[in-house]
């Protein structure tokens, strides 16, 4: 099974990122397989390996030694955000579950007409309804100085919610010309939403995204994720990653994604391995591993 999707925490523009800024990460590749390790100094544990939506299957199962590649001789704690590994595999290893598995949305990019047919109809209605109040859309490459991003910073710390440091972003965005876009929407001359977006790959996330309020009497978010899409599906992209579904904590923004016809994407949780821990692990009932 060729993985469809490279996440953006798996992509060379995710890794030329991370050197850009001195962090320390690694990648490789064997047949079956490929992986990008970052690595983290934390209180008390110390240099904690991590590999985040990954590694990448490119084969119908892993080879043998996929725990020992990616680990790549480093005996200290591993997390694993896994996609695509199965429980038994990782438990087999020697993981230790911490994590309940996410879900989260992948809208595939194609045609016009394809894309218009998988909406939702109230997903569709607000998007014509956004056709009539004249909205200036524009793209642009991604500058730190533009209002989008410290809006967001500050619309995190509100709410509280985790996100990519606009720093990284912004570093992404040197470390990658060209691969990280907005799309701004204007009314009366006035700002009134706008989203990041970065490419990798065949793949695209949707990072950030702010509404005002009248943008969101507006459907602006609506217009603006609509253009995205026609204008990534025509340079190339097949997917779309519109990031984890949280329908206790954000049920408006989860119908908003999924409104989009995307398709729902579970991870498979998040596991630490450490060979002190490894023997127990192997131990533990399957139910506890899922």
């Not at 607000?126 to 967001?152: D, G, K, Q, V």
Request: aromatic fraction near 6%; charge should be positive; hydrophobic fraction near 45%.
């Amino acid at each position: 099974m060729i993985a469809p999707v490279l996440p953006l925490q798996q992509s060379p523009e995710y890794a030329r990122t991370l050197r850009a800024l001195s962090l320390p990460v690694r990648c490789g590749a064997a047949p079956g397989l490929r992986w990008l390790v970052q690595s983290r100094r934390l209180p008390c544990l110390g240099l904690v390996s991590l590999i985040s939506r990954g590694p990448i299957l490119t084969a119908p199962t892993p080879p043998d030694d996929w725990l020992a590649l990616c680990r790549g001789g480093s005996r200290g704690p591993l997390l694993l955000n896994a996609d695509g590994l199965r429980p038994e595999s990782l438990r087999t290893q020697g993981f230790w579950p911490l994590l309940t598995p996410a879900t989260l949305a992948m809208l595939p990019l194609t045609v016009d007409a394809t894309m218009r047919a998988a909406m939702q109809g109230k997903w569709r209605n607000r998007l014509n309804r956004s056709a009539a109040h004249r909205l200036h859309i524009r793209r642009l490459p991604l500058e730190p100085a533009h209002w989008l991003l410290s809006t967001e910073a500050r619309q995190a710390r509100e709410k509280r919610y985790r996100t990519l440091l606009p720093a990284f972003i912004a570093a992404f965005a040197r470390a990658n010309p060209g691969a990280a876009l907005i799309w701004e929407a204007r009314h009366s001359g006035q700002p009134v939403a706008a989203i990041a977006i970065l490419r990798h790959g065949p793949t695209a996330t949707w990072q950030i995204s702010v509404s005002l309020p009248q943008g969101r009497a507006l459907s602006a978010m609506n217009a603006l994720l609509w253009e995205a899409m026609r204008w990534l599906a025509r340079n190339g992209h097949s997917h779309l990653d519109l990031g984890m579904l949280n329908s206790e904590a954000a049920p408006g923004l989860t119908r908003f994604k999924l409104g989009t016809g995307a398709r729902l994407h579970r991870l498979g949780g998040t596991w630490l391995h450490h060979p002190g821990l490894a023997p127990l692990a192997r131990q533990l009932p399957a139910r506890l591993s899922r």
